[in-house]
């Protein structure tokens, strides 16, 4: 999953299947989506470290220029809130 591009819809049909995520990942999306959708395309990494107060984010995000959308606590809570609605996302 690392690095592969994954739907929004298939990430969250992983955490109804019972897939556990850590709590140090993060989402990142390309830099021109503006709204979020079930067709979505997006990356599982894990989260930028801090150097001199400034986010450094791995190579493969720098170098696929994608913008960071969900972290830690809150994307876990996203993806929870979001696999437990009754509405299917396919």
């Known amino acids: 999953m690392w690095g ?7 990430l969250i049909d992983c955490i109804q299947f019972g897939a ?5 990942l993060c989402l990142c999306v390309n830099n ?3 709204v979020i959708a079930a067709e979505t ?3 599982l ?5 801090v ?11 720098a170098f696929k220029g994608l ?4 972290y830690e606590q ?6 929870m809130n979001a696999s437990s609605q009754k509405k299917p996302w396919k």
């Open 4 to 10: 592969s591009p994954i739907t929004v819809a298939d």
């Open 20 to 24: 556990t995520l850590k709590d140090n």
């Open 32 to 34: 021109d989506v503006d």
């Open 41 to 43: 395309i997006c990356y």
């Open 45 to 49: 990494d894990y989260y930028p470290e």
């Open 51 to 61: 150097v001199n107060d400034k986010g450094v984010y791995s190579e493969f995000v």
């Open 67 to 70: 913008q960071l959308l969900y």
């Open 74 to 79: 809150q994307f876990n809570d996203v993806l």
